[in-house]
């Protein structure tokens, strides 16, 4: 079965204004749409378009509860992803996400001291990891993503210092290593907190012909969070820019932020979230220090499988689920051509661009650009044959396990 769905778009402030409405062809309202969220999650599962194909079920959270069998197959409890269409035009928070050993002892630990799960304070909403990938449909996808070398920080507090000496503390903990500067800058001791006053102030007057990647991020986000530790932790980090079509991948102890840009967002089906900084929301130091992995890694691009022409595979190792991305021009593109999507269990789809003919072993459904629909375990693998006129192409991303 292909079952129609979608949702509404949710309103966190960081969110753009008219990238979600432009892919989908809806109407710009003039708020802020952030995250369109296409799955089973509680928190906004998706909403059917059809409910009598269904029996009535108004949400796939729904449909699922009633027919488990039917919708996820046999043996299987619940979707192992969420699929999320994003868009920032401000910075999100500095965070991080917890393994599924930390996730487990944060939930009951907050369970048995009684905080309840719509507390805003509650760090553990569910028991339950959230490794994410993300691939760009922007031209560029602005993000901030893992530690890099103390070297590079060097490097760049030297530029942003321009001989002043103001930085010299930051410099003499960085020579301790990542999580000793982390931990002092996190805590905002007194001496932290002066050098996020002095990297702001260095980093409003450095030429922009000096300027690195990351101390422009720092002038940016000094402007928007004057004062917060975050500021200068974005030193520590990759600057990631990722060109339309290009993937990176945040595994659980990953500090990162996305700073501006669309994009296909796929990750467990938690909503689990440590914040160290640059929000409003609440930040829970402690726990954020807890679950981050201090390892200097390189930037953590996702280099797709490709399995045919036009047919891309986005698989990070042992997460449960895989993203398919199947691109074409506006002609039919059958086995031949390589427009199979390889699912496994319930997957879901979401057209970007164009149309796109989805045909399975029962049957077959039509999704324009902006549209998405559940695919039952029993479609099998599915064809995407392209819909419109040669000088047209178009777009889908699947959802599935892994």
Not at 138 to 166: C, I, K, N, W
Not at 192 to 201: C, E, F, M, P, R
Not at 223 to 239: E, F, I, N
Not at 272 to 300: I, M, S, W
Request: one cysteine or more; glycine letters at 10%; aromatic letters at 6%.
């Amino acid at each position: 079965m292909f079952l129609g769905i979608t949702n509404t778009p949710r309103d966190y402030a960081w969110g753009s204004v008219t990238a979600i409405p432009e892919l989908l062809g809806r109407t710009v309202t003039g708020a802020p749409q952030a995250e369109l969220w296409l799955g089973a999650h509680p928190g906004s599962p998706s909403v059917v378009v059809n409910p009598a194909t269904v029996g009535g079920a108004d949400t796939l959270l729904d449909w699922i509860g009633a027919e488990p069998e039917t919708a996820l197959g046999a043996g299987r409890t619940g979707l192992p992803f969420l699929l999320k269409v994003l868009a920032a035009a401000a910075p999100l928070s500095l965070q991080a996400h917890p393994t599924p050993e930390q996730a487990r002892e944060g939930y009951e630990r907050e369970d048995a001291a009684g905080i309840a799960l719509d507390d805003p304070a509650r760090n553990y909403k569910d028991p339950f990891p959230k490794p994410e990938l993300v691939v760009a449909l922007s031209d560029r996808f602005e993000a901030l993503s893992g530690f890099r070398p103390v070297a590079e920080t060097l490097a760049d507090v030297d530029v942003l210092d321009q001989d002043t000496g103001r930085l010299g503390a930051l410099m003499v903990h960085l020579q301790h290593g990542l999580e000793d500067t982390v931990r002092w800058l996190e805590t905002a001791d007194p001496s932290a907190l002066a050098i996020v006053q002095a990297a702001g102030d260095l980093a409003a007057t450095l030429d922009d012909a000096l300027a690195t990647p990351n101390t422009a991020t720092v002038r940016d986000l000094a402007r928007s969070y004057p004062g917060d530790p975050g500021v200068v932790v974005s030193l520590l980090m990759h600057r990631v820019t990722l060109s339309a079509g290009q993937a990176m991948y945040l595994p659980a102890g990953n500090i990162h932020a996305y700073l501006d840009g669309l994009g296909i967002e796929l990750m467990a089906p938690s909503d689990n979230v440590l914040r160290g900084g640059l929000t409003p929301k609440h930040v829970d130091v402690p726990e954020l220090l807890r679950v981050l992995d201090f390892t200097a890694y390189p930037a953590p691009l996702l280099e797709p499988e490709h399995l045919a022409p036009g047919v891309d595979r986005f698989a990070p190792a042992d997460v449960g689920y895989a993203l398919i991305r199947v691109t074409g021009g506006g002609r039919p593109t059958g086995p031949a051509a390589g427009g199979v999507a390889p699912l496994v269990g319930p997957s879901i789809a979401v057209c970007t661009e164009g149309a796109v003919t989805l045909v399975g072993a029962t049957s077959a459904t039509l999704l324009r650009r902006g549209e998405a629909c559940f695919i039952t375990p029993d479609e099998g693998d599915v064809t995407v044959e392209a819909d419109g006129s040669p000088d047209l192409t178009s777009a889908v991303f699947i959802a599935t396990g892994a």
